[in-house]
């Protein structure tokens, strides 16, 4: 049977090699673990023998068979170019493959019902399986169906189990092991002469061998796999239920009447029926034995060179070999269970898991996703999150290590990002990003941007990612503060009134400052609560510090970008600023709370004359510490001219949403001197209408470009609808701001100006900025109404001839003698105010809308008021 197994399975019948491959696996079960490891593992050489065929049977030159019409469309080239296409239908094989060894026979395994039940993984019901291993090698696809392949690997998982199930011999798996594992460090071997030798990867794949050695090393793997899997609970309970009704007459079961009239008339000696005796029989260090065992293949599939492979030069016969790698891992822990974890297996593997799930490869994705999950279940965490968090230690330490060193690892920043994204615990080891962030604003500083270009985009997702985490601290911490001022505040009310009745009651206080208990009695309670209340102050200021020194360390990173002509790297640096001024702000809040709390500790300890509890307080100042807010912000301010001034739309976009939220955090006064001064730059965006060019002079049409900047946006590349979008984005930055009593101060200085152009645009034919044009009259006119209605009431009264309301009184002069109509449409008031503008033609329309909208927003307002 195993010597004609390689032949049936590559034959191209599937239910002929199925067939003869469930022949062999029942043989093999009633046999009994002695004897085949007598007939099969008596040696080394048997035992290479045995493995041979079956890498063979499993090996990627498997590929090859089948019929022709399957290998034909299979094929990659056969969707063109469309290689997404060829990835999507990968990606639904997959998911049928997997599908339908749901429906089989593995559906039952108990190590994913419990995780089912317990709702561990929390994965949507039909993508259950996606969690599951041991999976179908890809490369088997073209050969049979899942069942030919799990015939197969269940022959392999009892082979292996026959070694550790017979109590009548020293156990030797890890002699058997050594054989396939020898083709990883063959491979690992020859990847470190090609290192020592300076060898390209385009010569060293295409070099006689070398292209061999890469699928007999997955092919290996995927052997080690199974073995492994095969002394799991996991794998010891499916043979159980498989072969539970072995008592009934196999001739009654479809497939095995043939069988079954052979193994009656061979009348085999060791045949047996018990499945106990395929149960563990671990003799005194047999435990350590298979720790050991697993160590020594973990320790291949972890070797820095078997992850140096470069995808691109992978022919399809070798570009799954990560993922066979990646689902040994999760096997060794579904076989080790808690004892990976305290192996110091976890740690190991749990960077390289984290660090494929940036992987190009969605299947290589995919399979570090499944994993991630199954080692979270088998070590009883809940979530990946808690597993990250559990070791996040350790993961941060190897991605500051790995930072020093970028040129051999410039994947450490995606892995830093992916990390904090996909898991989503950064704010849970906010303090331990300090250290990697120190290196991070260094390699996006002008030095770091330049040695590695290419590193810039990730370093500034890790840095957003970062903020975001800093920014749901901080979003809490206030209220915390906030809420423990009150609580220090009841307590110590409580406190001097104690104190007060003591005196009242006539004790020498001084005479008694040795033993405080005998002199205060109750008092003496307070007195180490007063202490502890001190403690957890110190623990809170401790921790807003971190929190506004990542925020300070993101801005510090980021600000210099936000003139990137890169626009991904401007859009994400818009986001970093935007989030770490909340932060800091958030920060000064929280400080102001400390500060009145530890003003009462000091009152306190004054009353009681506790002199080295204020001195302590006093030397804890740090006031100039924390202010940080409007310092940043007077940084950041230029950069936000620039990227006003880049001319690219999306960015432009984003950065007046971003000026919008920050200056309302930090309040108008700070602004207004700077909006009077580049507010220029701000509102020629909305002096030209976008379907009427301005005419640039030959002093604006080379602007000034610095030797390292490769590209500018010129305003005639820009098309009308983007520059529609940034003149909504400005008018909402105007609505906005004039809304916020805590910012409206910031437009005082540029009142006028900015009524006069937002006017203009309200009153115009261009529909596009009707609603945002309105929107921005109406939070003007909560600044200054009479301003706002009479440049309105200018253009109405102008271009409406009929209807016009009379005075309410008679000794009041006429409409039309107050605003009297304009010679021409340079006449206009709001054009007066707001200066040139081009292309913005009134429309009656328009100016109804305008004017019925601001009344209707008057009356609400004066109902609002008298209510």
Sequence with gaps: LIERIPKVVLGGEESVALSHAQKLLVVVYFSGPQLVKDHLLQSPVTAARFLDAFALCLGQNSVFAGSLHKFIAARPSSTGYLHSIAEMRAINCFTNDNKAVMDADTSDDPTFLSIKNKRMLSPPENVHSEYELPRLPPWFANVGSQKLYQTLAKILRLVGLSLVADSQGESNLSVITDIPLGYLRKLVSEVRMKQYSKESWQSWYHRSGSGQLVRQASTAACILNEIIYGLSDQGIDAFARMFQKSRLSWGKREGYNVLYDEIIHCKLEYAVCDESVWKFSWEEGGRSQLIDCIGSILHEYLSPEVWELPLELKSSLTEYDSEVIIDGIGISSICLKGEFSSSGFLQSSLYVLLENLICSNFLIRSASDAVLHVISATSGYPTVGHLVLANADYIIDSICRQLRHLDLNPHVPSVLAAMLSYIGVAYKILPLLEEPMRSVSLELEILGRHHHPDLTIPFLKAVEEIAKASKREAGSLPSQAESYLKHVESEMTNLEREIKEAYDNDMDFKKCESDVDACFGAVG???????????????????????????????????????????????????????????????????????????????????????????????????????????????????????????????????????????????????????????????????????????????????????????????????????????????????????????????????????????????????????????????????????????????????????????????????????????????????????????????????????????????????????
């Excluded at 020194?549 to 790297?569: D, E, M």
């Excluded at 909340?582 to 009353?607: D, M, P």
């Excluded at 009431?793 to 016009?804: C, E, G, Q």
């Design 525 to 867: 309670m307070y007195i180490e609560q007063l202490e502890s209340t001190l403690i957890r102050l110190n623990d809170s200021k401790r921790y807003r510090r971190i929190v506004g020194s990542i925020a300070g360390s993101c801005l510090t990173a980021a600000i210099p970008l936000l003139a990137s002509v890169n626009q991904a790297a401007c859009l994400i640096a818009l986001n970093v600023v935007e989030d770490g001024i909340f932060v800091l702000a958030k920060v000064e809040e929280v400080y102001r709370h400390e500060k009145a709390t530890q003003e009462v500790i000091r009152q306190i300890s004054e009353l009681c004359s506790l002199h080295d509890l204020r001195d302590s307080l006093d030397a804890d100042e740090d006031g100039a510490e924390e202010n940080r807010l409007l310092p940043a912000m007077n940084k950041i301010w230029p950069f936000f001219v620039a990227c006003v001034r880049s001319r690219n739309p999306v960015a432009v976009r984003k950065c007046f949403g971003v000026i919008s939220s920050t200056v309302q955090i930090c309040g108008g006064d700070f602004f207004s001197r700077r909006f009077h001064t580049d507010g220029p730059h701000f509102w020629k965006l909305l002096n030209t209408s976008p379907f009427q060019k301005k005419l640039v002079s030959k002093e604006e049409r080379s602007p000034l470009q610095l030797p390292y900047r490769s590209a500018t946006f010129a305003e005639d590349s820009v098309s009308e609808v983007s520059d529609l979008k940034v003149q909504a984005a400005v008018l909402d930055m105007i609505a906005d701001l004039s809304r916020n009593k805590k910012s409206a101060s910031a437009l005082e200085a540029v009142i006028k100006k900015v009524s006069g152009l937002v006017v203009g645009i309200a009153c115009s034919c261009v529909t596009g900025l009707r609603s945002a044009s309105v929107n921005a009259l109406v939070g003007l006119s909560c600044m200054d109404p009479d301003l706002v209605w009479l440049l309105l009431a200018d253009v109405y009264y102008s271009l409406k001839k009929t209807n016009i309301p009379s005075p309410p009184a008679r000794d009041l002069p006429e409409i039309s003698q107050m605003l009297p109509p304009p010679s021409s449409p340079k006449g206009y008031l709001y054009v007066q105010y707001g200066g040139q503008s081009y292309g913005f033609d009134t429309d009656l329309s328009s100016v109804e809308m305008a004017f019925k909208t601001l009344q209707l927003q008057a009356f609400t307002s004066e109902v609002h008021s008298q209510t």
